[in-house]
């Protein structure tokens, strides 16, 4: 055996391993982009999702905070009203 027929038997068994390296290589990193991607997307719809519940938070606050000024306002009143009947005995 030659040098030569030496240096391609172990030469093309490395090149071909690095050849399959390579494209596992890319491979993986193709799949690595498209999760990271879909991670993205559920990420933007998680954002998406948690900002509508703090508005539907906001307006339900609102909301109580409107009524419980009304109550307040009709127990000013009646307070005023049991004042101006206690006056009167």
Known sequence: MTSEQLYLAIGIPI???GLLLLI???SLSNRIGS?????GSLETALNKR???L???MDKRFDDLH???RIVMGKQE???ARVA???GRR
């Open 35 to 39: 999760g990271e991607t879909r991670i």
């Open 54 to 56: 703090w508005g539907a």
């Open 50 to 52: 948690i900002d509508d």
């Open 24 to 26: 596992l290589f890319q």
């Open 66 to 68: 409107a009524f419980l």
């Open 77 to 79: 009143e009646l307070d």
């Open 15 to 17: 090149l071909f391993n």
């Open 84 to 86: 101006k009947l206690e």
